[in-house]
């Protein structure tokens, strides 16, 4: 596997899958994941290490999946539901090679990197969680991305049958998102297929979801069915919900504020100390990687 960077972050600070394989088995399992998985806070320590670990049912049970309701636990209750077989993934615009691909088409071959990322979501709560999955600049490299492309959009499966927040139209569906390509052709963007290594669980975006570890976990767009490459900036959900609020960038920056909640600390999900606090990092910890992407730009205004 190809790592670039050195961590700053261990399995005793990532979730731990306590209910499903001890830590010894993780270990020998994941041939030292701590050791080799890929952040970059130059060196940061995140105050993740004094707490109690978290346990990996948080990881599976606390997360925002609109399309199976706006509660933290309605994903995991509801997602069950999702139908991921057979899936296709279809990729067009301006790429060399555009279809529909199953996931063995658009991934197959490609490397599967272990990575343990800080996940931050915009309503100031955080998680650490070692993904498995893709460097999406390998898969774009695969579809063979044309001259004059400028953005990456997404989209998110439709369901309406197997989905209840589709029925109750709590966001325009399908949900899309977007990345500027330079930022979705970064080596610290993944599309993750995983977690410790097992298949990413429905309620988390199977089978294949975006992580852009120094972004707003909204940006993260989960059980992608559409990757198309354009000249022009794509629309994203939330900014079409309320631009006011959300700005197609969403880089998580502690100096500008939510409209309604201060974005300077986070809340650490999980253990005894589930409503500790720490300061929230630039870029979520990975300053050193990607603050060159925004070099010049106005980060209280292309929030």
């Excluded at 970059?40 to 707490?51: E, I, K, R, T, V």
Aim: glycine residues 10%; proline residues 6%; contains cysteine.
């Amino acid at each position: 596997m190809a790592h670039r960077w050195t961590n700053d972050l261990t399995l005793a600070d990532a979730t731990p899958k306590a209910a499903f394989l001890n830590r010894r088995q993780i270990l020998a399992g994941t041939a030292g994941l701590g050791a080799i998985g890929l952040v970059g806070a130059g060196g940061a320590a995140h105050a993740q290490d004094a707490l109690e670990p978290n346990t990996f049912e948080e990881i599976t049970s606390y997360n925002n999946y609109y399309e199976f309701g706006t509660g933290k636990g309605d994903p995991a209750d509801n997602a069950d539901k999702l139908e991921i077989t057979p899936w296709s993934v279809k990729v067009d615009g301006m790429v060399d090679n555009p279809g529909d691909y199953t996931p063995e088409e658009l991934l197959g071959g490609l490397t599967v990197e272990d990575r343990i990322y800080r996940f931050r979501c915009v309503e100031a709560w955080s998680m650490v969680i070692p993904w498995n999955g893709i460097e999406l600049a390998d898969i774009l490299n695969r579809v063979g991305v044309q001259d004059g492309a400028k953005y990456v959009a997404f989209e998110t499966v439709v369901q309406p049958e197997n989905m209840i927040g589709v029925q109750r139209r709590v966001l325009d569906f399908p949900y899309v998102e977007g990345l500027r390509l330079d930022e979705a052709m970064h080596p610290l963007t993944l599309m993750a297929t995983g977690i410790y290594g097992e298949p990413m669980p429905k309620q988390n975006g199977a089978p294949m979801r975006l992580v852009v570890p120094w972004k707003y976990g909204f940006k993260s767009i989960k059980s992608i069915v559409r990757i198309t490459l354009t000249d022009e900036e794509p629309p994203t959900s939330w900014n079409n919900a309320n631009a006011r609020e959300y700005g197609f960038y969403s880089n998580v920056n502690p100096t500008v504020d939510h409209p309604r909640w201060s974005q300077a600390s986070e809340r650490l999900i999980g253990g005894g100390l589930f409503n500790s606090r720490q300061d929230t990092l630039m870029f979520n910890g990975y300053e050193d990687e990607v603050a060159s992407l925004y070099e010049g730009m106005d980060l209280s205004q292309n929030f």
